[in-house]
């Protein structure tokens, strides 16, 4: 690849930077927001422009930059897993950028200077440049300090509110927690290699040893507290209810992303993966997605339901990159090809409905000041468009047909429905792991329906919400394109597929990869007629009822209805949260009434906490109290300080022994 | 092939309402009245087309379309079941994933057509049809994966008819799972009690409350669709001439498929419906079911056949 090329690509760096510095630096609103969006146009140009070869199946990108010590040499190399991930990262953000034009501009009214919010944008479109193509750990490290430091500031935009800023904090120190585990793997293969360069650390990583395991265990945390996977993900909820729509959009569907893309650029340097490895990516992709969408069935924050359907959907997603790494350890090409097919696919197409259903969240909260589905009601009247979207992000998120999430879905079933393990035990582990991924499919139609329907369906339940206009046309426009993308991914997913394979040409899937993928093919031609019946059918029924008459709502012989008598979003997963009752803990604060004619009102509250997050606090509360006792009980029995002093020795004994052998 | 397709198409207008009809008169028969004619739910049906429409002010357009989103997934899902014991209308691998997933799309459509009436029984309705099918959904997995496993295929159809009359236990299992499966979906006793008058009591049919005239015919003849897939697949996996593609086949699935009815005709007439409480424990015996099934299904794939 000549050099005028690859320059090209990384000149989109100082482009951006430059961008970000003008953005801050210009006094109106209006002049930020434009040079925020021409730097991110004239990047995203030069990346893809740069990047087009790789996407197209072409030779990698490189570019090797001598820098002073202690960094050495940096090597940019974009490959055809960085092209893939830069293609879709750059639009995204700057999609996201064209929204927060809208959504922040009643705060612009108030005067609040957007500058550094645009700022921040650019640098977050940065942080992708470098992070999906530098070779070296100490500047992949900048990129993702990059990213959590500029999220966290997006995310504290009200910073006013106490809870926002105590949701930022949570978010930062969560994401350092990742980022101590990430440096502890770097540095260790650091010490391994005495090098910084991802090669040195691959050819390191190819050889068995006994520190690729824990290499292994450590990166992956670090990538899974990232991604917010279970039981890292707490989080992640909190920080998508408090940032801004477009900024709980781009975190969740683009920006954690990254830490999926490290864990298979990790993988892809680390070679044939042993099998526990394989078990391990699977068996968390599975507890990530069951306890994700089981979260989302008791949310009644529409923003908080939609962070943990992240967390699902990166566990459906692991899912097939498990099933990848089960088949190269067992050496089975289809699987290899069927799994990591079908996981960066679900990353991809998770990226497009998720932004899709945050934006209309967002259009939901510009308009009524409240994300809370239990005051809300009815919304489809007055928000049509913003309905519609939230409708079709919702429906590609739950993977039901005609949309796209369905797609990566029935590939990752087909995967771990084929049969083709080594073993008996094997082909029913994974028919288990796909019978979890139908009940989770399952249970995220029950939370999308219960979102859409009680906040845009029925009467509205709380008078005091004044609702306002319909989304701007800046928010309207990165809604409709993902909106349209959901549709296009779902009906031709040839194109999807086309987006991944050079990717996938990166692992070992053998020759017969295009025939395993011919149910892809059938799927879509079902998924075409059904779209294409229910369009009929829909504009038939559409056009035939506007002249029907009209009555109220049969009220089953009651006649005194009030929207207050509506169904609300906790009696509605009432029943659910109680078959599961293990994992979402209901909290309830009543005053209910005991006297036979009651004097003064008595009231309810219940609320659904997070089960990892309580248990976690209950258990370092208990060990805290339990270590306050014991030491508190030191000076005065002396026989405990010897009793403790012994267990120490004994410890230490035990652990010098068993290293030894 | 053209036989085989006119003759599922054919079935698809006719054996539903038979099916339908056939439970009515079963459960007339065992209260001691004489029952409609066999064909009465389709006069229903055709009485309905007749009337005009009543609409709700509360409601949206999802309220007009979703009905006829319902009986659209409904026919998507019946082209895969080999509805004469023979070729069904379509096959392609995996698509008993399909399958799941457009009946769980007509799912979602009838539940927001209940929410858009802002009732607070059909809400209700919804919560517990969703609840159910829920925990019902692994079970067609299930099923169909150790039915899969067994045979080494990857479709409905091929792997329902493979070694038909063989693998005993496994097809024991199959069925009454897929017999509890159908008795939850199509809204049946134990389970839900289609003919009752107390709202506080329904599933399913609390959804409906609202829905009149051709919109209700949609219903109606969505629901009997997927009755007739759901007997069907049940008739296929008992059918030892599943496959063959002879009439004879085809003349056993009918008789299987009308025993099916008559099951849950009986089932209904007989069994007090059980505590809302309690569906979620009867479910999970079809999990269980699904479950023995799939391990009979990899052991015996194991085993060799």
């Given at each position: 690849?000549?050099?005028?090329?690859?320059?090209?690509?990384?000149?989109?760096?100082?482009?951006?930077?430059?961008?970000?510095?003008?953005?801050?630096?210009?006094?109106?609103?209006?002049?930020?927001?434009?040079?925020?969006?021409?730097?991110?146009?004239?990047?995203?140009?030069?990346?893809?422009?740069?990047?087009?070869?790789?996407?197209?199946?072409?030779?990698?990108?490189?570019?090797?930059?001598?820098?002073?010590?202690?960094?050495?040499?940096?090597?940019?190399?974009?490959?055809?897993?960085?092209?893939?991930?830069?293609?879709?990262?750059?639009?995204?953000?700057?999609?996201?950028?064209?929204?927060?034009?809208?959504?922040?501009?009643?705060?612009?009214?108030?005067?609040?200077?957007?500058?550094?919010?645009?700022?921040?944008?650019?640098?977050?479109?940065?942080?992708?440049?470098?992070?999906?193509?530098?070779?070296?750990?100490?500047?992949?490290?900048?990129?993702?300090?990059?990213?959590?430091?500029?999220?966290?500031?997006?995310?504290?935009?009200?910073?006013?509110?106490?809870?926002?800023?105590?949701?930022?904090?949570?978010?930062?120190?969560?994401?350092?927690?990742?980022?101590?585990?990430?440096?502890?793997?770097?540095?260790?293969?650091?010490?391994?290699?005495?090098?910084?360069d991802f090669h040195a650390f691959g050819v390191f990583l190819e050889r068995p040893s006994p520190t690729r395991g824990s290499?292994?265990?450590?990166?992956?945390?670090?990538?899974?507290?990232?991604?917010?996977?279970?039981?890292?993900?707490?989080?992640?909820?909190?920080?998508?209810?408090?940032?801004?729509?477009?900024?709980?959009?781009?975190?969740?569907?683009?920006?954690?992303?990254?830490?999926?893309?490290?864990?298979?650029?990790?993988?892809?340097?680390?070679?044939?993966?042993?099998?526990?490895?394989?078990?391990?990516?699977?068996?968390?992709?599975?507890?990530?997605?069951?306890?994700?969408?089981?979260?989302?069935?008791?949310?009644?924050?529409?923003?908080?339901?939609?962070?943990?359907?992240?967390?699902?959907?990166?566990?459906?997603?692991?899912?097939?990159?498990?099933?990848?790494?089960?088949?190269?350890?067992?050496?089975?090409?289809?699987?290899?090809?069927?799994?990591?097919?079908?996981?960066?696919?679900?990353?991809?197409?998770?990226?497009?409905?998720?932004?899709?259903?945050?934006?209309?969240?967002?259009?939901?909260?510009?308009?009524?000041?409240?994300?809370?589905?239990?005051?809300?009601?009815?919304?489809?009247?007055?928000?049509?468009?913003?309905?519609?979207?939230?409708?079709?992000?919702?429906?590609?998120?739950?993977?039901?047909?005609?949309?796209?999430?369905?797609?990566?879905?029935?590939?990752?079933?087909?995967?771990?429905?084929?049969?083709?393990?080594?073993?008996?035990?094997?082909?029913?582990?994974?028919?288990?792991?796909?019978?979890?991924?139908?009940?989770?499919?399952?249970?995220?139609?029950?939370?999308?329906?219960?979102?859409?329907?009680?906040?845009?369906?029925?009467?509205?339940?709380?008078?005091?919400?004044?609702?306002?206009?319909?989304?701007?046309?800046?928010?309207?426009?990165?809604?409709?394109?993902?909106?349209?993308?959901?549709?296009?991914?779902?009906?031709?997913?040839?194109?999807?597929?086309?987006?991944?394979?050079?990717?996938?040409?990166?692992?070992?899937?053998?020759?017969?990869?295009?025939?395993?993928?011919?149910?892809?093919?059938?799927?879509?031609?079902?998924?075409?007629?059904?779209?294409?019946?229910?369009?009929?059918?829909?504009?038939?029924r559409w056009w035939q009822g506007r002249a029907a008459r009209r009555s109220v709502t049969w009220g089953c012989g009651y006649?005194?209805?009030?929207?207050?008598?509506?169904?609300?979003?906790?009696?509605?997963?009432?029943?659910?949260?109680?078959?599961?009752?293990?994992?979402?803990?209901?909290?309830?604060?009543?005053?209910?009434?005991?006297?036979?004619?009651?004097?003064?009102?008595?009231?309810?509250?219940?609320?659904?906490?997070?089960?990892?997050?309580?248990?976690?606090?209950?258990?370092?509360?208990?060990?805290?109290?339990?270590?306050?006792?014991?030491?508190?009980?030191?000076?005065?029995?002396?026989?405990?300080?010897?009793?403790?002093?012994?267990?120490?020795?004994?410890?230490?004994?035990?652990?010098?022994?068993?290293?030894?052998? | 092939?053209?036989?085989?397709?006119?003759?599922?198409?054919a079935s698809l207008l006719l054996v539903p309402f038979l099916l339908a009809g056939v439970i009515l008169r079963v459960k007339?028969?065992?209260?001691?009245?004489?029952?409609?004619?066999?064909?009465?739910?389709?006069?229903?049906?055709?009485?309905?087309?007749?009337?005009?429409?009543?609409?709700?002010?509360?409601?949206?357009?999802?309220?007009?379309?979703?009905?006829?989103?319902?009986?659209?997934?409904?026919?998507?899902?019946?082209?895969?079941?080999?509805?004469?014991?023979?070729?069904?209308?379509?096959?392609?691998?995996?698509?008993?994933?399909?399958?799941?997933?457009?009946?769980?799309?007509?799912?979602?459509?009838?539940?927001?057509?209940?929410?858009?009436?802002?009732?607070?029984?059909?809400?209700?309705?919804?919560?517990?049809?969703?609840?159910?099918?829920?925990?019902?959904?692994?079970?067609?997995?299930?099923?169909?994966?150790?039915?899969?496993?067994?045979?080494?295929?990857?479709?409905?159809?091929?792997?329902?008819?493979?070694?038909?009359?063989?693998?005993?236990?496994?097809?024991?299992?199959?069925?009454?799972?897929?017999?509890?499966?159908?008795?939850?979906?199509?809204?049946?006793?134990?389970?839900?009690?289609?003919?009752?008058?107390?709202?506080?009591?329904?599933?399913?049919?609390?959804?409906?409350?609202?829905?009149?005239?051709?919109?209700?015919?949609?219903?109606?003849?969505?629901?009997?669709?997927?009755?007739?897939?759901?007997?069907?697949?049940?008739?296929?996996?008992?059918?030892?001439?599943?496959?063959?593609?002879?009439?004879?086949?085809?003349?056993?699935?009918?008789?299987?498929?009308?025993?099916?009815?008559?099951?849950?005709?009986?089932?209904?007439?007989?069994?007090?419906?059980?505590?809302?409480?309690?569906?979620?424990?009867?479910?999970?015996?079809?999990?269980?079911?699904?479950?023995?099934?799939?391990?009979?299904?990899?052991?015996?794939?194991?085993?060799?056949?």
């Amino acid at each position: 690849m000549d050099s005028s090329v690859s320059s090209a690509f990384l000149l989109s760096l100082p482009v951006l930077v430059v961008g970000a510095a003008i953005a801050v630096a210009l006094r109106s609103n209006r002049a930020s927001a434009a040079v925020s969006l021409v730097t991110q146009a004239v990047a995203a140009v030069l990346v893809l422009g740069g990047v087009w070869p790789c996407l197209r199946g072409g030779k990698a990108l490189q570019l090797v930059w001598p820098w002073p010590p202690p960094i050495g040499t940096i090597t940019f190399r974009v490959d055809a897993l960085g092209a893939f991930f830069l293609a879709w990262s750059l639009p995204m953000t700057f999609l996201g950028t064209v929204y927060a034009i809208g959504y922040l501009r009643p705060y612009f009214a108030r005067g609040r200077h957007g500058g550094p919010h645009f700022a921040l944008l650019n640098l977050i479109a940065v942080s992708f440049v470098l992070i999906y193509s530098v070779q070296n750990a100490l500047v992949f490290l900048l990129g993702w300090e990059i990213a959590a430091v500029a999220a966290w500031l997006l995310v504290i935009w009200d910073y006013r509110s106490q809870k926002i800023r105590f949701a930022g904090f949570n978010y930062l120190v969560s994401t350092h927690v990742g980022l101590f585990v990430l440096v502890a793997a770097f540095m260790l293969l650091h010490s391994k290699t005495s090098s910084m360069d991802f090669h040195a650390f691959g050819v390191f990583l190819e050889r068995p040893s006994p520190t690729r395991g824990s290499l292994f265990l450590l990166l992956g945390i670090a990538f899974a507290l990232k991604s917010a996977f279970f039981p890292f993900h707490t989080w992640l909820p909190r920080a998508h209810a408090a940032a801004p729509a477009h900024v709980s959009a781009l975190m969740s569907g683009v920006i954690h992303k990254a830490g999926l893309f490290g864990f298979l650029r990790f993988t892809l340097l680390m070679g044939r993966p042993e099998e526990w490895m394989g078990w391990t990516v699977l068996a968390f992709g599975t507890l990530s997605a069951l306890f994700g969408v089981l979260y989302t069935s008791t949310q009644r924050d529409l923003k908080r339901l939609l962070g943990y359907s992240s967390t699902e959907n990166v566990g459906i997603a692991a899912m097939g990159l498990g099933l990848g790494y089960l088949g190269w350890s067992w050496e089975v090409p289809s699987l290899v090809a069927i799994g990591f097919l079908g996981g960066m696919l679900h990353i991809f197409n998770h990226a497009i409905f998720k932004c899709l259903s945050f934006y209309a969240a967002g259009a939901v909260y510009r308009a009524t000041h409240t994300v809370d589905m239990e005051r809300l009601g009815g919304l489809a009247k007055r928000l049509p468009l913003s309905a519609g979207a939230f409708l079709v992000g919702g429906l590609a998120g739950s993977a039901l047909p005609p949309f796209n999430g369905l797609v990566s879905e029935f590939i990752i079933y087909s995967g771990l429905l084929s049969g083709s393990a080594d073993s008996p035990e094997g082909n029913l582990t994974l028919v288990g792991a796909a019978a979890v991924l139908a009940l989770v499919g399952a249970i995220s139609a029950l939370s999308i329906a219960r979102a859409f329907g009680l906040v845009f369906l029925g009467n509205p339940r709380d008078p005091s919400v004044e609702v306002g206009e319909e989304a701007p046309p800046s928010m309207l426009l990165p809604i409709f394109c993902h909106a349209a993308l959901a549709l296009w991914f779902g009906l031709a997913p040839a194109f999807g597929i086309e987006l991944v394979r050079p990717v996938l040409e990166q692992f070992p899937i053998g020759s017969q990869a295009g025939q395993v993928l011919a149910p892809v093919d059938s799927l879509a031609w079902a998924s075409r007629c059904l779209a294409g019946s229910l369009l009929l059918v829909g504009l038939l029924r559409w056009w035939q009822g506007r002249a029907a008459r009209r009555s109220v709502t049969w009220g089953c012989g009651y006649t005194a209805v009030s929207p207050r008598m509506q169904y609300t979003g906790s009696s509605f997963s009432e029943q659910m949260a109680r078959i599961f009752d293990a994992f979402t803990p209901a909290l309830r604060r009543e005053r209910i009434a005991t006297e036979i004619f009651p004097q003064s009102p008595g009231q309810l509250a219940t609320h659904h906490a997070d089960a990892v997050e309580l248990r976690i606090f209950e258990v370092l509360g208990r060990a805290e109290a339990l270590v306050t006792r014991a030491s508190q009980r030191i000076p005065a029995h002396p026989r405990f300080a010897f009793a403790a002093g012994l267990l120490t020795l004994l410890l230490i004994g035990v652990l010098a022994l068993g290293v030894r052998p | 092939m053209i036989g085989s397709w006119l003759a599922n198409i054919a079935s698809l207008l006719l054996v539903p309402f038979l099916l339908a009809g056939v439970i009515l008169r079963v459960k007339s028969l065992w209260s001691g009245r004489k029952g409609p004619p066999l064909l009465q739910p389709a006069y229903d049906l055709l009485r309905l087309l007749r009337k005009s429409p009543v609409y709700s002010v509360t409601t949206t357009p999802v309220f007009r379309i979703a009905p006829w989103v319902f009986l659209t997934t409904a026919l998507g899902s019946a082209a895969i079941v080999p509805l004469v014991g023979s070729d069904p209308l379509v096959s392609f691998s995996f698509d008993f994933v399909w399958f799941a997933y457009v009946w769980t799309l007509g799912r979602v459509a009838m539940v927001l057509a209940a929410l858009d009436t802002g009732s607070a029984f059909e809400g209700m309705g919804s919560a517990r049809e969703l609840t159910f099918a829920t925990l019902l959904e692994p079970v067609l997995f299930l099923v169909g994966a150790a039915l899969c496993l067994r045979s080494g295929t990857h479709s409905l159809y091929p792997a329902l008819v493979f070694d038909a009359g063989g693998a005993v236990l496994l097809r024991i299992c199959a069925v009454l799972a897929l017999f509890i499966m159908l008795q939850v979906e199509t809204a049946r006793m134990p389970v839900d009690d289609p003919s009752t008058h107390l709202e506080l009591t329904m599933v399913h049919e609390v959804m409906v409350l609202d829905h009149s005239g051709p919109d209700l015919a949609a219903i109606g003849f969505g629901s009997m669709l997927k009755l007739f897939a759901g007997t069907a697949l049940i008739a296929t996996l008992c059918n030892p001439w599943a496959g063959q593609g002879t009439l004879l086949a085809a003349a056993v699935q009918l008789a299987l498929s009308l025993l099916v009815a008559v099951s849950l005709g009986t089932v209904e007439a007989l069994v007090a419906r059980l505590k809302l409480r309690l569906v979620p424990e009867y479910i999970s015996v079809a999990l269980g079911l699904g479950g023995v099934a799939l391990l009979l299904g990899a052991w015996g794939a194991a085993a060799g056949p």
